[in-house]
């Protein structure tokens, strides 16, 4: 599937035989009445959907603009969005006959999703994450043992999601009879639209519940941008609904001006990444540089095809926030609603600070909350200074 010049199959061509067997698969499942019963079961009985849309009235009175509403994906089982599309990805995976799973993971929340419902189906699994984040969210890495996975730490390159990307596809190559449940909207078609397609509950539940307590759209949706899934989840229900401003915020870093940042879209680059055409980090020679961000989630040198196709067209924008100014917005959140923020959500929630008072006091905007901050903690707390820790 393509997405305007965006996305494709930039793959050997025997991988392409096993990613339309994939295709098959899934088109099938998604119009099977038994098969979306069971995924609906699992996300409502097992993950704990809906999640809330909370309305930040202290959050919205601090800042003095638009009314601010969050979607509680940090609420779900194993908290992240990540449960979503992990279950219907394993529900596929088991629907073809398929006992070993394999993914990648930056923030490890991807990875412990997927070990979760290895757990809840009896399936092999093994995650593969680079070494700086391994050390950097340990307490996902431990949980993800305990579920009984196998955790390869990557040495390559930044060891970082790129490099665990890489590693995790160049197994599939090799061990092609096990399935690789890709965590965001990245990747080879018909990864970027099955993972759209497993989280685009997000949108659907939070266009019911604004409804329902707001009898009106919202003015503006924000999400992060990592690959690409919280946000292609929440906007998707949106999109054609043209009055609504949408934004998608991805991680400047130290400052995208220096160059130490994860914005794909920033220097307008398009190129091929992990078998897909898109947006990419690359220097003029083509080669692609490494992306950083305080947040592991979002340290990642290339963005979703779809996303690309929204820059391109213009429907969406993309913008990007500091590693101080997520900081920032983490300690606003906590002191403020009582809400610890991951801290790739905190950089959604940072851009909202930012435009929530240019809005209307009438108007009101959705802001996704991706995830809990409970693995950020010794992040945050390092890049605090012990004085201000106990006063932020
Ligand atoms: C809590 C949370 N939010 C956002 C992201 C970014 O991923 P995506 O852009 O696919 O939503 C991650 C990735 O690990 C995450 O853990």
Redesign the pocket.
């Known amino acids: 599937m393509n997405y305007g010049e965006f996305g494709g199959q930039y793959v050997p061509q025997e991988l392409k035989e096993k990613l339309n067997e994939v295709e098959k698969e899934f088109l099938s499942a998604k119009e099977d009445e038994e098969f979306m019963k069971e995924y609906r079961y699992y996300l409502k009985q097992y993950a704990g959907r809906p999640s809330p849309l909370y309305y930040a009235e202290n959050l919205t009175n601090h800042l003095g603009g638009a009314k601010i509403y969050l979607k509680r994906e940090d609420l779900n089982h194993t908290g ?3 449960i979503n599309n992990a279950l219907g990805q394993a529900l596929l995976a088991k629907r073809m006959g398929k006992t070993h799973i394999i993914a990648e ?3 490890g ?2 990875g412990l999703a997927t070990a979760t419902v290895c757990s809840l189906f009896n399936m092999k699994c093994t995650i593969f994450m680079g070494e700086v984040d391994v050390k950097k969210q340990n307490t996902n890495v431990q949980k993800m043992r305990l579920l009984g996975a196998e955790v390869v730490e990557v040495k390559e390159g930044e060891r970082t999601l790129k490099e665990a990307v890489d590693v995790a596809f160049e197994y599939f190559l090799k061990h092609m009879d096990c399935f690789y449940l890709i ?3 990245v990747g080879p078609s018909p990864y970027p639209e099955m993972v759209k397609f497993f989280q685009k509950v997000i949108g659907e539940e939070a266009k019911q519940q604004i409804l329902e307590q707001e009898n009106k759209l919202p003015k503006a949706l924000i999400a ?8 292609i989840g929440l906007f998707n229900d949106f999109i054609e609904d043209k009055d609504i401003d949408i934004y998608g915020v991805e991680g400047a870093g130290k400052g995208t001006d220096v160059g130490k940042h994860a914005s794909a879209i920033y220097n307008n680059k398009i190129g091929i990444i992990h078998g897909m055409k898109t947006y990419v980090m690359e220097d003029e020679n083509g080669k692609i540089q490494d992306a950083y961000s305080i947040s ?3 340290d990642y040198p290339g963005i979703g095809p779809e996303h690309a196709y929204f820059h391109k067209t213009g429907r969406v924008k993309y913008d990007s926030i500091t590693d101080k100014e997520a900081l920032d917005a983490f300690k606003l959140l906590t002191r403020i609603e009582g809400i610890i923020p ?1 801290l ?2 905190s950089h959604a929630i940072a851009y909202g600070i930012k435009i929530a008072p240019k809005y209307n006091k009438n108007d009101c905007i959705i802001i996704n909350l ?2 809990r901050g409970d693995k950020d903690l010794e992040t945050v707390l390092s890049e605090t200074p012990s004085k201000s820790t106990t006063n932020a």
């Open positions: 992240a969005h990540k993971t930056g923030a929340q991807h965590g965001s909207s992060c941008v990592g690959g690409g899934s919280n946000s592991s989630g979002l991951a790739e959500s991706s995830g």
